[in-house]
T-cell receptor
Framework: SAVISQKPSRDICQRGTSLTIQCQVD?????MFWYRQQPGQSLTLIAT?????????ESGFVIDKFPISRPNLTFSTLTVSNMSPEDSSIYLC???????????????FGSGTQLSVL | QKEVEQDPGPLSVPEGAIVSLNCTYSNSAFQYFMWYRQYSRKGPELLMYTYSSGNKEDGRFTAQVDKSSKYISLFIRDSQPSDSATYLCAIGGDYKLSFGAGTTVTVRA
């Protein structure tokens, strides 16, 4: 399984500001995924980040709000822009561990970023 | 209707008891069935993975899948306080993974 380092682990931010979350993997992976975990709710996929192409966003998530970078096969960032209290959540980076790297196989997660927006 | 339904609990059991966790799903195309364990302030950790109906054991953990009923279970035998965590089921297929909301389990010493 991949070792995934995510930072910051937590942050408290002011409304209207932006926060960039970093995700580093100890091996090269084709696809990296960003999830949001709100209290009492299931993990929700925000977007899939492929190296060398634009991220693919799920319904309800847009690039202007959650810009993603994927400069190489071991690193990705997610920015939460123009934050509001509704963005308070845990944000998780993950990579696929299956043979095909597809999203339907095993996922391994970073330790998450606990974001609180005041 | 949610694709994956999971009783959020919370569930509190004495040490040594059997913990039983369940999820139901609606999409018969789902092929992969997983259970994750998430400790407080940590990311989910893959616990069990299977792609077929039946039982799979790993130490004190047993994952059970019934595709005909669209029902999966996780059993934890001889539960320990260190098993206290949130358990999430995850079901995938057709290039999509859907998670349950998680069941919070507390094992009392």
């Amino acid at each position: 399984s991949a070792v995934i380092s995510q930072k910051p682990s937590r942050d408290i931010c002011q409304r209207g500001t932006s926060l960039t979350i970093q995700c580093q993997v100890d091996s090269q992976v084709t696809m990296m995924f960003w999830y949001r975990q709100q209290p009492g709710q299931s993990l929700t996929l925000i977007a899939t980040a492929n190296q060398g192409s634009e991220a693919t966003y799920e319904s309800g998530f847009v690039i202007d709000k959650f810009p993603i970078s994927r400069p190489n096969l071991t690193f990705s960032t997610l920015t939460v822009s123009n934050m509001s209290p509704e963005d308070s959540s845990i944000y998780l980076c993950s990579v696929a561990g299956g043979s095909s790297g597809a999203t339907n196989e095993k996922l391994f997660f970073g330790s998450g970023t606990q974001l609180s927006v005041l | 209707q949610k694709e994956v339904e999971q009783d959020p609990g919370p569930l509190s059991v004495p040490e040594g008891a059997i913990v039983s966790l369940n999820c139901t799903y609606s999409n018969s195309a789902f092929q992969y069935f997983m259970w994750y364990r998430q400790y407080s302030r940590k990311g989910p950790e893959l616990l069990m993975y299977t792609y077929s109906s039946g039982n799979k054991e790993d130490g004190r953990f047993t994952a059970q899948v019934d595709k005909s009923s669209k029902y999966i279970s996780l059993f934890i035998r001889d539960s320990q306080p260190s098993d206290s965590a949130t358990y999430l089921c995850a079901i995938g297929g057709d290039y999509k993974l859907s998670f349950g909301a998680g069941t919070t389990v507390t094992v009392r010493a």
